[in-house]
T-cell receptor, first 111, second 113 residues
Framework: GQNIDQPTEMTATEGAIVQINCTYQ??????LFWYQQHAGEAPTFLSY????GLEEKGRFSSFLSRSKGYSYLLLKELQMKDSASYLCAVKETGGSYIPTFGRGTSLIVHP | EPEVTQTPSHQVTQMGQEVILRCVPI?????FYWYRQILGQKVEFLVSFYNNEISEKSEIFDDQFSVERPDGSNFTLKIRSTKLEDSAMYFC???????????FGPGTRLTVT
């Protein structure tokens, strides 16, 4: 089984930088996803990390440390449209490739 | 830009009835998925499908659920006898290569009364 923890809610100011953390406990690790989900809409893929380190994609970056069971999503130059829920999802090894989602972090960006 | 489509957008059904939720994945994708999200709760994986068979399924995906790819474009989720607790948003997703970027459809909101 897995345990995935994310903060429930965060607030930030337009133009700022915000870091959303995700910690997980799993018996075998096979990758971590970050998704963005606006209210009432489908999740949108942001990133996939399977090796340690930072992956940058435009204003969004994702970091992974497998030894610490830790990942973060970094959002730069925040815009109002970045107000959404950010979902961390982990896939295990060991014969099962079923992704387990965290409850998501609701990010509110204010002017 | 290619996208995953789902129909209907909202389905209301009575408890015990069968429902079929339909999805058209992106045309060159090979891996297909169903997820559900009960209102206010986290996204839950139901099943993945590749090469015309189920590759993985979760504990939620019991005998009441089935998936099918009846032709070259559609991917369906059938719930044989719906229960109140099946009320949720059901998302279809597809990807070109597992486990990389999955594209989600807009979802079907299923309401069981």
């Amino acid at each position: 089984g897995q345990n995935i923890d994310q903060p429930t809610e965060m607030t930030a100011t337009e133009g700022a930088i915000v870091q959303i953390n995700c910690t997980y406990q799993t018996s075998g690790f096979n990758g971590l996803f970050w998704y963005q989900q606006h209210a009432g809409e489908a999740p949108t893929f942001l990133s996939y990390n399977v090796l340690d380190g930072l992956e940058e994609k435009g204003r969004f970056s994702s970091f992974l440390s497998r030894s610490k069971g830790y990942s973060y999503l970094l959002l730069k130059e925040l815009q109002m449209k970045d107000s959404a829920s950010y979902l961390c999802a982990v896939k295990e090894t060991g014969g099962s490739y079923i992704p387990t989602f965290g409850r998501g972090t609701s990010l509110i960006v204010h002017p | 830009e290619p996208e995953v489509t789902q129909t209907p957008s909202h389905q209301v059904t009575q408890m015990g009835q069968e429902v079929i939720l339909r999805c058209v994945p992106i045309s060159n994708h090979l891996y297909f998925y169903w997820y559900r999200q009960i209102l206010g709760q986290k996204v839950e994986f139901l099943v993945s499908f590749y090469n015309n068979e189920i590759s993985e399924k979760s504990e939620i995906f019991d005998d009441q659920f089935s998936v099918e790819r009846p032709d070259g474009s559609n991917f369906t989720l059938k719930i044989r006898s719906t229960k109140l607790e099946d009320s949720a948003m059901y998302f279809c997703a597809s990807s070109a290569a597992e486990p990389y970027e999955q594209y989600f459809g807009p979802g079907t909101r299923l309401t069981v009364t």
